[in-house]
């Protein structure tokens, strides 16, 4: 996965706010690059350091296989959740309307020149590769 991608990633969710969440597909969205899937492969791989919990599914569900560390994170923090952890940690959902969160003008500014560095880099992979079929 490429570096700039990963720290695009990376910005973007360090950035959410305490008690709020974006899904997968929202940061993906937000930079214009990528999918669900690369996001959370981004957040397995190079998540440290990061409020991984503020990353949901599009359902609400938290991260797979995290339910009952995230869920004291949502605690702490104030997040809406409905419903309670089962013994797996699954069983609830973070009422993603109410926690979803809208970036400030401040923040689409970052998010722009993150959209327009992997726009650049996107462009000199396919300039080289035209080159090479050339």
């Known amino acids: ?54 990353v949901v599914r599009a359902g609400g569900e938290p991260p ?3 339910g009952q560390r995230a869920w004291a994170h949502y605690l702490s923090e104030g997040t809406p959740v409905s419903g309670e952890p089962d013994d797996d940690g699954a069983g609830y959902r973070v009422r993603i309307g109410a926690a979803r969160w809208f970036p400030s003008e401040t923040d689409w ?13 996107g462009q000199e992979l396919s300039a080289g590769r035209d080159e090479v079929e050339a």
């Open 1 to 54: 996965m490429r570096n700039d991608y990963v720290e695009a990633v990376r910005s973007v969710i360090g950035l959410i706010p305490a008690a709020h969440v974006l899904s997968y597909a929202d940061v993906a969205e937000i930079l214009s690059s990528g999918g669900p899937r690369q996001v959370g492969t981004v957040l397995s791989r190079h998540g440290d350091g990061l409020p991984w919990w503020r």
């Open 64 to 66: 797979r296989g995290h």
């Open 109 to 121: 500014t970052v998010f722009e020149s993150l959209r327009t560095a992997l726009g650049a880099r």
